[in-house]
């Protein structure tokens, strides 16, 4: 499987990004796809994931502000990311997880995509 990811990029506190990934190869694998993240001197960590059955799961400091969906038809998936906030600077990493168990999103991921940088001003 290969992640192709896009989007990212400088925006102003309070502003709004788009990410995008879309999965080439064997999709069949794939249970869930999503996002991590990682700022400098922090530990990654979930941002938003969703299965093939459009199940949803947020990290906890990005609720009520990311919403994940999926295009099934383009195999891909999109990050929505409203009043962004200097903490989600971060390099912003697409992921997949072919373990189907309720907690799957605390596996490592099987597949990762490039990183790409978001930077919030404030």
């Known amino acids: 499987v290969q992640l192709q990811a896009s989007g990212g990029g400088l925006v102003q506190t309070g502003g709004s990004l788009r990410l995008s990934c879309a999965a080439v190869g064997s999709i069949f694998t794939i249970n869930a796809m999503g996002w991590t993240r990682q700022a400098p001197g922090k530990p990654r960590e979930l941002v938003a994931t969703?299965?093939?059955?459009?199940?949803?799961e947020y990290g906890a400091s990005v609720k009520g502000r990311f919403t994940i969906s999926r295009d099934n038809s383009k195999k891909t998936v999109y990050l929505q990311m409203n009043s962004l906030k200097p903490e989600d600077t971060a390099v912003y990493s697409c992921n997949t997880w072919a373990d189907s168990s309720t907690y799957y999103y605390f596996q490592q991921p099987d597949h990762w995509g490039q990183g790409t940088q978001v930077t919030v001003s404030s």
């Open positions: 969703i299965t093939n059955g459009g199940t949803t």
